[in-house]
């Protein structure tokens, strides 16, 4: 068989090469051909997916856009490391901090690559990353597959080789991208010469697509990220508009019927976290309970400097999370909705389930949890339950057929059911 058979070669050596070559070639390596064939096999379609094995859990960290927009600088960040470690954030989860609009200066360099603003981060990105990786962290940054950014800086279209090994260079583990100025771009084309780009850039990196569900990316973009923006932004309140942005439970409403294209790898996003960006404690309770409940991605939006006691206990709760984080990677659904009342369930590993009552309305509201009437738990068994915020153990299924809780205006009851044996 000749060379570039074997090989399977897209492009025919024969054409560069004197027959003769060829014969010696062929006869010399052909015990390097199967290593050789193995090789391309593997680098051929590697070069054109995302990371795999990343984000099998739902990403948690802390974004500097929902407090801060583009006023940010290298102490901010590197204080906001410092507390991520400092309060035991970072031991309950939140992993990535990532920089996002804001952080470049408003032209590339002659060379065309990306320069950060002189003023903010004096030193440049990678000693900020190499800072917070010096903390145990991870490093992200924000751009745009647009031409801009939303403020005017310069996105990557048509940059995304030489700013994907940049961003390699500067140790960034985690690029959101966003959606600006994209003029008449292909979403799904533009996405993935981006993710082409990271994959050959060569450095594991978490891919968040921020094109604000516009394209409808839970149907195509699996393979091309790990995470995926479903509505515009979010807003610090519950259920306000703004022209782009909403508030957290308009968000909630439109995730209803994502659960099944969510999965290790694979996240539906409904935005950062608004915990502790003036919410009241109930609703930055509820908004938080029904993100793990969604397995969003859960990343901190608030000045971690100024957090109350309140805050931290919300962001901090650890069997909240352990919900959001369960290794099943199930996103919940919503198994009642009746006026104001919504109930919803999310499946955990080892037969367990979550169940998160809502109150909607601006009244407290009664709900019953009657045990026969979730047709999703196993008959055969009797589970135990514990009251996640009250941090209670309730007895079991077996001990009263209902339970009732009253639940105060946009607050939840956050429940776990474990079978017992
Ligand atoms: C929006 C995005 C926000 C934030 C902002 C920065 O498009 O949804 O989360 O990144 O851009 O300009």
Known sequence: MFLPELLNLSEDISTFLPPREIINLTIMNFRLIPAISATIALCAPLSAQKFDNLAQTPPMGWNSWNIFHVNIDEQKIMAMADIIVATGMKDAGYEYLVVDDGWEAMSRDEEGNLVPDPAKFPRGMKIV??????KGLKFGIHNCAGNKTCNGMPGGRGHEYQDARLYASWGVDYLKYDWCEHGTADARETYKTMRDA??????PCVFSLCEWGENKPWLWA?????????????????TCTGEWDMGWEIILEKQADLAPYAGPGRWNDPDMLEVGNGLPENEARAHFSL???????????NDLRTMTPQTLKILTNREAIAIDQ???GRQ???FANQPGH??????????RWAICYYNSTTETGQFVATWENMYFMDRSKTYAIRDIWAAKDLGTTATAASVEFDIPPADVVLLVLTPTK
């Open 332 to 334: 919940g659904t919503r």
């Open 291 to 301: 993100w793990c409940m969604l397995a969003a991605p859960l990343m901190a939006g």
């Open 129 to 134: 990353a190499d800072y917070v990786h010096s």
């Open 342 to 351: 919504q109930t919803w369930i999310k499946e955990l590993a080892n037969g």
């Open 222 to 238: 699996r393979d091309t990220g790990h995470l995926w923006r479903t509505t515009g932004d979010i807003r610090a309140c519950r």
């Open 326 to 328: 369960d290794v099943l």
């Open 198 to 203: 990271l994959h050959a850039a060569g450095r």
